[in-house]
């Protein structure tokens, strides 16, 4: 079964890190677009990075220098670097699967999303 | 950097046909097309068009989409108590490199 399965998210102080993954199954996160997406509880969709076969990377500009976007072939699995975190930064992460060609936009598999609260 | 424009909130009748819009610029939506997502609440969100008008596996025909320039249109038609959910479009901008989406509308099935 194609699937993709977040984890790391929790709760962490204002300035600290945190690091999410994303497992992929059923297919390999090398040969697609991966995708990180994040939504504030009542809000709506922000893309937040990118991570193409080639190993380009492409994310939204006012995160650039404080997210990283990373990918371990072997784990199947691809991962987000958030540093310097903030109470803004407090939503649900997905990660996402872009069928249909680099530009497509189609997200076809999401995970069920991570949660990230960023609270003293 | 700017996101698309969708109305926050549309209502139609059981049965009737609902189309909501989504607009941008000749960077983005006039561009590259447009992808169409779905969500309820508490659930991730599902893809129903993708590259304007594609249409994944199992999603209803009852759904098709359409572009003039840099406004895009979703049209659901034969609305039914599942269409009631939040609909957000996105497309790629090519000036920004970046992914952009609208701020979503909710549907509602009165």
């Known amino acids: 079964e194609v699937q993709l399965v977040e984890s790391g998210g929790g709760l962490v102080q204002p300035g600290g890190s945190l690091r999410l993954s994303c497992a992929g199954s059923g297919f390999n996160v090398t040969d697609y677009d991966m995708h990180w997406v994040r939504q504030v509880t009542g809000k709506g969709l922000e893309w937040v990075s990118s991570l193409g076969p080639t190993g380009n990377t492409y994310s939204t500009e006012s995160l650039k220098g404080r997210f990283t976007i990373s990918r371990d072939n072997a784990a199947n699995s691809f991962y987000l670097q958030m540093d310097s975190l903030s109470v803004v930064d407090t939503a649900i992460y997905y990660c996402?699967?872009?069928?249909?060609?680099?530009?497509?936009?189609?997200?076809?598999?999401w995970g069920l999303g991570t949660m990230v609260t960023v609270s003293s | 950097q700017a996101g698309l424009t969708q109305p926050p909130a549309v209502s139609k009748g059981l049965g009737q046909t609902a189309t909501l819009t989504c607009t941008g610029n000749s960077s983005n939506v006039g561009n590259e097309g447009v992808a169409w997502l779905q969500q309820h609440q508490g659930h991730p969100p599902k893809l129903l068009l993708y590259r304007n008008s594609n249409r994944p596996s199992g999603i209803s025909e009852r759904l098709s989409a359409s572009r003039s320039v840099n406004t895009a249109s979703l049209t659901i038609t034969g609305l039914q108590p599942e269409d009631e959910a939040d609909y957000y479009c996105s497309a790629w901008d090519s000036s920004l490199r970046v992914w952009v989406f609208g701020g979503g509308t909710k549907l509602t099935v009165l």
């Open positions: 996402a699967r872009e069928s249909g060609g680099s530009g497509s936009g189609g997200f076809d598999v």
